[in-house]
């Protein structure tokens, strides 16, 4: 058994390292082409601390496979702002990796330049949190209420937003929507740091004064801004528990898919 199952082995690894980036491989959350809302997600890296949350993404993929969504993923093809050692929580000196391949990691290799998203092709589109969102979509992380938008990532807002096509972010996204989409209403938790369940409070501030609204909710609680088809939830801009994330990521969803009339 063994000399048989060597050559299969070699020619497995083989293809698998031959595999172009973009090409089609094994996934538990794509399926074959069905009915359903046509979902854009947007990615910015991969990790928490330079790129996408990946539990926030996952969680994102999940309750939007359990509706039986079409998926397709998208990130901008340009560099990080930084890279940071996760381990250590301390920037990588030297390093530089790019948010298209990075975000191809979470996606399984099926991942697609942001350039090519086009309103007119999806229902609607996501944004999954994580200081990507902060440092590689935007420069809210260095700027604050002084912050650039990629304009790549500027285009796709006003684009699902001018087509009446609804919007979810979590965790730190809603503030794209909020420098973006002016007199927006959004989450991002908790307004105070409540004795540190809710480390990121002060974003609230920031969003106000980006001209937006601010609206307090929980981690398992979304809102929804129905005269812009704009839904958050705060996700890990709580210190929550995992399931509590997961379930308020579930209600954004939910909303988004409600308001995607599927």
């Excluded at 650039?148 to 979810?168: N, T």
């Excluded at 969003?207 to 088809?229: F, Q």
Aim: hydrophobic share 45%.
């Amino acid at each position: 058994m063994a000399v048989v199952g060597a050559p299969r082995a070699s020619r497995l690894a083989a293809s698998l390292l031959a595999r172009p980036r973009g090409a089609p491989c094994a996934s538990l959350h794509v399926s074959a082409p069905r009915p359903g809302p046509r979902v854009a997600l947007v990615l910015s890296g991969c990790g928490v601390y330079d790129g996408t949350e990946i539990h926030e993404a996952s969680a994102a993929l999940v309750h939007l496979s359990r509706a039986g969504a079409a998926v397709q993923m998208f990130a901008p093809d340009v560099a990080q702002m930084h890279v940071v050692d996760h381990a250590r929580g301390q920037p990588a000196d030297g390093d530089s990796r790019n948010v298209l391949t990075e975000s191809a990691r979470i996606a399984r290799g099926r991942i697609t330049d942001l350039a090519r998203l086009r309103a007119a092709d999806h229902d609607a589109a996501i944004f999954p949190g994580g200081f990507g969102a902060a440092k590689n979509l935007s420069t809210f992380a260095v700027d604050g209420k002084d912050c650039r938008v990629l304009p790549g990532v500027e285009r796709v807002l006003r684009d699902f937003h001018q087509a009446g096509k609804p919007i979810g972010l979590c965790c730190i996204a809603p503030v794209l929507a909020a420098k973006v989409l002016r007199g927006v209403e959004v989450t991002v938790g908790h307004e105070e740091d409540e004795g540190g369940r809710w480390p990121y409070a002060g974003t609230a501030e920031a969003i106000r004064a980006l001209g937006a609204t601010h609206c307090a909710k929980d981690v398992t609680e979304a809102h929804v801004d129905a005269a812009n088809k704009v839904v958050t939830t705060p996700a890990f801009m709580c210190e929550a528990e995992l399931h509590l994330v997961h379930d308020g990521i579930g209600a954004m969803v939910r909303e988004v898919l409600r308001l995607a009339g599927r």
